[in-house]
């Protein structure tokens, strides 16, 4: 059973840096497509970010700039690093990933097949 496993997360004052971990219990190079997807609070699951087996990386507009993703198949890892955080990026943060390749819309409407338990990231004004 494949288990992904985020970190990282809490809580930061508006400005401020966080960065999410996410750990694969299998090699992370099998996978076509690895992403972040958010759920505010109240709100419905929105995609932030994608990377495919290619290298190919989309980002939601309201991240761009702000956020970068990488991934280190080495570790079976995916990051998230955040920068210039906003209150409105309070959310529960989850890692997920497909097996494959990534296309438009899985930041619109993200239906991995596997998903990570979530990482909340608060931040304050």
């Known amino acids: 059973q494949v288990q992904l496993v985020e970190s990282g997360g809490g809580s930061v004052q508006a400005g401020g840096s966080l960065r999410l971990s996410c750990v694969a219990s299998?090699?992370?190079?099998?996978?076509?497509?690895m992403g972040w997807v958010r759920q505010p609070p109240g709100k419905e699951r929105e995609g932030v970010v994608t990377i495919d087996h290619d290298g190919r990386i989309q980002y939601a507009d309201f991240v761009k700039g702000r956020f970068t993703i990488s991934q280190d198949n080495a570790k079976n890892s995916l990051y998230l690093q955040m920068n210039s955080l906003k209150p409105e990026d309070t959310a529960m943060y989850y890692c997920?990933?497909?097996?494959?390749?990534?296309?438009?819309?899985?930041?619109?409407?993200?239906?991995?097949?596997?998903w990570g338990q979530g990482t909340q990231v608060t931040v304050s004004s």
């Open positions: 997920a990933a497909d097996p494959w390749l990534c296309n438009s819309d899985d930041l619109l409407r993200p239906t991995f097949r596997y």
């Open positions: 299998e090699y992370t190079g099998r996978y076509g497509c």
